[in-house]
């Protein structure tokens, strides 16, 4: 019975349908603050459905999997390609080799924000409040959510595989650097730790490269040979991903066809995001490009109905 | 998806909505028809980013990995457990040996719309239209979207490895068994064929189970050993999981602690969806529970926006 109500006041509202109290509805918008008002698709998604924690646990699995095997071969690896760029403008390779020659330490390299942990507490917040983005309550946030934030499923136990395996768990995150104590707190908190700034922690202001991660990992990559990398947003592994602003379709073009494709699942490790992110553009016409596109044939098609 | 659409269509009709035309809309926002409005952030992650690339590409590549090194084992494996409930009451695992004391042959089985094909067709109607869905319309596009549906990146190069190692792919969707000819002709026209009706291709109206999955499963399992499963709904997983209607925080428990968390990169595989999906329901206060919330101490938080 609940369920059947929670469903009609989902298709009520994308529907714009009017309630026999039309009157009050009709001039009465959803409410924008409080609990009981319908959670956006997307955070229903992440942060409370059985699937989103189903491919989080597995993809957390895979990387455990893959890094722990790529550690126990007997020769030196490759590290996976870091989003430095190469002579040809590529993406390009460090070596796994001091120049002594001899073998750096393993490492694998983590986003931190929905993909160690997600941040149950700010988006709550802002599901709650209708509130769009603020930095001054998103510092808050980092400085003092420890204990809330929650792990993202799976990454306790992969991050355990992956230290007792021998390999060093390095976060490298967006958020700012002065953030870095309650950042560290929270991932602590969560049991995902340990994370210390400038030893396994790196945050935006760490260097003059601001919110681009490839500075980052480069100084990464020359301690250590890095052989699994994972975020939520393409710019976890390479800046050149997030460098075309507006062309949508080149940039999946980009990741899905061709060079890039191979390493996903192959060194990269794309965690699952649909909240927010550097995808988040676009109208309609630009998510489907003509070639994509259907309408039914006029004779079965009810008249349009308002709103959405 | 059909089964929770059904549901929200008969949902209007208990609440005596009535579509309404424009001239009754006391507030219209954002124009309801046509390319240029933003499109939904749950189409912008799943259709147009790399992101969702990303991950459907590794996904693809993990089942490949994990079913051809099962089907290489000199050992009969077990079956991924299938959702037939056993004699506790949870799921079982169905035998793969005959009566006769004899191996069957591998299987792997996969649910189809946004698990091998992309329904960008029928999205982009949704999106362009600001309609809901529509039973009528979905039939059409169900029967007529070969060509335009794309594959989810990655199923053929993955459904191509599995094939060429010997494994059957045997398609399981809650597509209605009328539209048979147009879904295995829209499954061919990606890649991703051959489909059969009633050989490797099965639909809903196949038996008397309506949407549940199980009773297809147990058929299938009849003469294959199935080593693989992979879906976009916990239900083509099992169907337990989408029994207890209002449980948000239970079914998500369900999968992501205890027997059922250790399958999912180990026989069952998610794909993600944020589109649409049994998950889709929950107010903000139950997608996020006492635990997980927070405000900013009010000092630091201007007044309240309007509106989200």
Chains 1, 2 share one sequence.
């Not at 020659?101 to 393993?106: L, V």
Request: charged share 20%; aromatic share 8%.
């Amino acid at each position: 019975m609940t369920r059947l109500f929670v469903i009609a006041t989902s298709a009520l509202a994308l529907a714009g349908c009017t309630t026999v109290d039309a009157s009050s509805v009709a001039s009465t918008p959803a409410p924008a603050i409080g609990d009981h008002k319908p959670a956006p698709d997307t955070m229903r998604w992440l942060y409370a459905s059985g699937e989103a924690a189903g491919a989080s646990i597995q993809t957390w699995r895979q990387i455990a999997d893959y890094a722990i095997a790529v550690a126990q071969r007997r020769t030196v690896p490759q590290s996976v390609p870091l989003g430095l760029p190469d002579a040809d403008g590529g993406i390009g390779t460090p070596s796994c080799l001091r120049a002594d020659g001899s073998a750096k330490p393993f490492a694998a390299v983590f986003d931190v924000d929905e993909t160690v942990l997600l941040n149950t507490g700010y988006e709550y917040w802002q599901a709650y409040s209708g509130k769009s983005y603020d930095p001054g309550e998103w510092k808050q946030w980092a400085d003092d959510g420890a204990g809330i934030a929650q792990p993202v499923p799976g990454a306790v136990t992969g991050l355990r595989r992956l230290r007792e395996a021998g390999i060093t768990v390095i976060f490298n995150t967006n958020r700012n650097s002065d953030t870095a104590a309650g950042t560290a707190a929270a991932i602590e908190a969560t049991g995902t730790g340990p994370a210390v700034h400038l030893e396994n922690l790196f945050l935006r202001g760490d260097d003059a490269m601001g919110s681009r991660k490839d500075g980052r990992r480069a100084r990464i990559a020359e301690s250590y040979c890095v052989i699994a990398m994972a975020g939520d947003n393409l710019g976890d592994f390479a800046d050149i991903f997030n460098a075309e602003d507006d062309a949508i379709a080149a940039r999946r073009a980009m990741v899905a066809r061709g060079t890039y494709a191979r390493l996903w699942g192959d060194g990269w490790f794309l965690m699952p995001n649909p909240v927010y992110g550097a995808w988040q553009k676009g109208t309609v016409g630009e998510v489907f490009p003509p070639e994509t596109r259907w309408k039914p044939e006029p004779g079965d098609a009810p008249a349009i109905m308002e709103g959405q």
